[in-house]
C-alpha cells in the first residue's frame, strides 16, 4: 500500500503563494496518477489537478487553471502543487492521491490512495 504525506499548507494573504508537497513512499508503480484534491467547509471534495508520474500531460479544475501548476519529480516520489494568486475561496484542506493505471481520473471515487490532508488558509 501506498503512503501519501502532504506538507506545505499553512495561511497566506490572497495574491500570495504556497507549494505543497506530497511525499508518497511504499511499493509503487511507474504509471501511477497522482491527484490533488481540495474540501472546504461544507463542501464536498473536489478535483484540483493531476498527471501521471512519467507522462507530461495535465489536468487543472476550471478554478485553479493558469494559477495552479502540478509536477512531479521521481528522484524524489514526490508530487508538488505549487499555488500562486491565491484567493480566499481556495480556502480548504488540500488532499493528494494516488490511482495505479494510464489513465488521469479527476474524480474522487476514482483513486485509491490518500493523504491525510494539509490546511490551506488565504486570508483577505
Known amino acids: 500500500q501506498m503512503q501519501l504525506v502532504e506538507s506545505g499548507g499553512g495561511l497566506v494573504q490572497a495574491g500570495g503563494s504556497l507549494r505543497l508537497s506530497c511525499a508518497a513512499s511504499?511499493?509503487?508503480?511507474?504509471?501511477?496518477?497522482m491527484g490533488w484534491f481540495r474540501q472546504a467547509p461544507g463542501k464536498e471534495r473536489e478535483f484540483v489537478a493531476a498527471?501521471?508520474?512519467?507522462?507530461?500531460?495535465?489536468y487543472y479544475a476550471d478554478s485553479v487553471k493558469g494559477r495552479f501548476t502540478i509536477s512531479t519529480v521521481n528522484a524524489r516520489n514526490t508530487v508538488y502543487l505549487q499555488m500562486n494568486s491565491l484567493k480566499p475561496e481556495d480556502t480548504a484542506v488540500y488532499y493528494c492521491?494516488?490511482?495505479?493505471?494510464?489513465?488521469?481520473?479527476?474524480?474522487?471515487?476514482?483513486?485509491?490512495?490518500w493523504g491525510q490532508g494539509t490546511q490551506v488558509t488565504v486570508s483577505s
Open positions: 492521491a494516488a490511482r495505479p493505471g494510464l489513465g488521469v481520473p479527476t474524480g474522487t471515487s476514482d483513486y485509491n490512495y
Open positions: 511504499g511499493r509503487t508503480f511507474s504509471n501511477y496518477a
Open positions: 498527471k501521471t508520474w512519467s507522462r507530461t500531460n495535465t
